[in-house]
C-alpha cells in the first residue's frame, strides 16, 4: 500500500507555461501513481478506508459509502452525517449518472423566516444554531448508492468507520487551527460544552464514542434508523430543543434523487458535472464554452490575456447562476439556453482585451420565461473501470456549529445557502434571485461541482474541491491546466487560482502567487484585486488517467489532502 507524498516544491510550477512554451526550470512533480486503483480524500484516515474496501474486492461504489462517513469522523469541519451533497458516477460500460443527496429546507420554513418586521435580514439566524439546520440528506444518499450499485455488506463497510471512531482521529496542525478559530461559534451554538471545546494540540487524538453508536445503529438498521428510528427522534427533539423547526416528519419524508447529469463538450473533452440544485455543472459549462473559441494553450499560463478570459467568461456565468437557478422541482430553469453556443455567443460578445467589463454594468442574460469554503471532496477509481466523484458539506465549517453530543455529529447550516432575501448576499458574497428563496421542502442553490472528464470516449479525469462559490473556478482552472498545459495531475492542483464571481466585482489571488507585472496590468485595465481574503481557493483532490492507464493522484497541499491506493 503506498500513501502520496505532497511536495510543496511543486510550487515551482506557478509560473508554467503550456507544453511548447515552458520555461527551462519547470520540473513536472507526479503525484502517486497506482496501477490499479485510487481514493483521494481530504484525510488519509478516510483515503485509506476507501482504498482497502477497493483492495478487497469492493468497487467505487461502495468505497464512496466508506470514504464518505470516513470523512464524518476524520473530517468533522465538512465531512458529516449531518449534511448533504452531490455525486456524479461514471459506470466501467461509459454509463454516467448522479445523485443530489443535498439537504432540504423544512416543512416549516418560510420564505421571509430569517427577516424582521422591516424586512431586513437578521444576522447569524441562518448561519449559528437550530434555525440554520436543513434537513440532512448524506444517510440516505450513501444508501441509495449502495443499493443500486454496491457489492459489499454494508457491515463489510461501515465496520471500519467504527471502529476508526472508537479508535480516534490524530490532530493535526490544520484542524488546530480551524479547531481555535471557532470557540466563539461553539460557545454561541451550544448550550452545554461540546468536545471541540477543549484545548486540543496537533498529535492529540480525538475519539468519537457517541459517534460510533449512532454509526452502529445505522449499520443494524440502514437509513430507516436515522430518518425514522431512535437517532431521528433524538435528532429532532435536540434541534426543537434548541430553538430550530427540524422535525420526526421532516426526517421520515427525506429522499435522496437521482439526476441527469449535465454534459458539454470542450475541445476533445466530453464534461459531466452535476445539475441542478447545484450551480456547479451548468456554470462550468458556460465558462469553457464561452473560452473556447480563445486559444488558451497559446496564452502563458495565469497571464494577462489568460486571466481575463477566465475572469470575464466567469463573471457573466455567475450573473445568470444569480438569477436563473435553484432547485428544478421547484422553478423552470432555461438549461438548454444557459449553455447553447449562440447565447454565450452573445454573452462574451461585449468582451474586450482593451478593459474590464464592470460588473454593475452586467446583469442576467436575456432569457424569455450561495456557500461554504468548508465543503470537502474526493475522487475514486476502482479496478474494475468505475469512477466516483462526490462532495459533500456542512456548508461553513463545523456548519451551524450545533452538536449533537449524544449522537456525535454537528448539524448543517445550509439554510444559508437559500435566498433569505432576494438581491441580498449569502455568508459568501454570493447573490440571489426569486429562484432561490425559500420554500417548504426545497433544495437550495450549492456551486458544487463533482465533475468526470472523458477524453476520445474513454475515462480522463475525476475531479473536484470545496470551496464554497470559488468551487466552480478551481474545478475549471484544474481541468485547463491538465489539458491546455500538459500539467501532471499534482502540478494542475497545486497551480495558484483565481477566482471572480459577478459579484463583489474583484478576482480573487492567492497571494504571493502572481506576478506582479500582470497585476499591475490588470489593474490598469480597471480589474480590481484582492488577495488579502483568498489564502485558499479550493482543495482540489483528482485522479488522472494517464496514457498507460495508471492512476495519478493529485492532492491539495492546501490541506491534509492523501491519496492513497494499490
Known sequence: MKKSIILLLALVFISCKS???????????????????????????????????????????????????????????????????????????????????????????TKNMYLDANGHVIPDISTLGAMAVGVPGTIAGVFEVHKKFGSLHIEAILQPVIDLANRGVIVTEKQVQTISSKYDD?????????????????????????????????????????????????????????????????????????????????????????????????????????????????????????????????RRAYADRSFFLGDPDFVTIPQDTLVSKSYLKDRMASFSFDAATPSHALSHGNIAIVESKETTHYSIVD??????????????????????????????????????????????????????????????????????????????????????????????QTILNVHEFNMTMQDAVNASRFHHQWLPDRILMEPNSFN???????????????EDIAPIIGKVDGILVLKDNTLEGGADYRGDDTAIGF
Open 19 to 109: 507544453a511548447n512554451n515552458k520555461p527551462e526550470t519547470y520540473v513536472p512533480v507526479r503525484g502517486l501513481v497506482t496501477q490499479n486503483a485510487m481514493v483521494v480524500s481530504a484525510r488519509k484516515e478516510a483515503s485509506q478506508i476507501g482504498s482497502d474496501i477497493l483492495e478487497q474486492g469492493g468497487n467505487a461504489f461502495d468505497a464512496m459509502v466508506g470514504t464518505e462517513l470516513a470523512l464524518a469522523v476524520a473530517f468533522p469541519n465538512a465531512g458529516n452525517i449531518g449534511g448533504g451533497g452531490f455525486m456524479i458516477y461514471r459506470k466501467a460500460n461509459g454509463d454516467m449518472g448522479a445523485i443530489d443527496y443535498r439537504e432540504k429546507a423544512p416543512m416549516a420554513a
Open 186 to 314: 461553539f460557545s454561541k451554538a451550544n448550550r452545554d460544552t461540546i468536545p471541540f471545546m477543549m484545548p486540543w494540540k496537533a498529535n492529540d487524538t480525538i475519539k468519537y464514542p457517541a459517534l460510533a453508536k449512532t454509526l452502529e445503529r445505522i449499520m443494524l438498521n440502514g437509513p430507516d434508523e436515522f430518518y425514522k428510528g431512535e437517532t431521528a427522534k433524538i435528532l429532532a427533539g435536540f434541534v426543537q430543543g434548541n430553538g430550530g423547526i427540524l422535525t420526526e416528519a421532516d426526517l421520515a419524508n427525506y429522499k435522496a434523487k437521482w439526476r441527469t447529469p449535465i454534459t458539454f463538450s470542450y475541445d476533445d473533452l466530453k464534461i459531466t458535472s452535476m445539475s441542478p440544485p447545484s450551480s456547479g455543472g451548468i456554470c462550468l459549462g458556460q465558462i469553457m464554452t464561452m473560452i473556447e473559441p480563445f486559444p488558451l494553450d497559446e496564452y502563458e499560463h495565469n497571464s494577462l490575456k489568460y486571466i481575463q478570459v477566465l475572469t470575464e467568461a466567469e
Open 516 to 530: 506582479e507585472k500582470t497585476i499591475k496590468a490588470l489593474k490598469k485595465l480597471g480589474y480590481k484585486i484582492n
Open 383 to 476: 479496478r474494475y473501470g468505475n469512477a466516483v466523484s462526490a462532495t459533500t458539506t456542512l456548508n461553513a465549517s463545523y456548519g451551524s456549529k450545533l452538536y449533537c453530543s449524544e449522537l456525535g455529529f454537528f448539524l448543517n447550516n445550509q439554510m444559508d445557502d437559500f435566498s433569505s432575501k432576494p438581491g441580498e448576499s449569502n455568508m459568501y458574497g454570493l447573490i440571489g434571485a426569486e429562484a432561490n428563496s425559500i420554500s417548504p421542502e426545497k433544495r437550495m442553490l450549492s456551486s458544487m461541482t463533482p465533475t468526470i472528464v472523458e477524453k476520445n470516449g474513454v475515462l480522463f479525469m475525476v475531479v473536484g474541491t470545496p470551496g464554497g462559490s470559488t468551487i466552480i473556478t478551481s474545478v475549471l
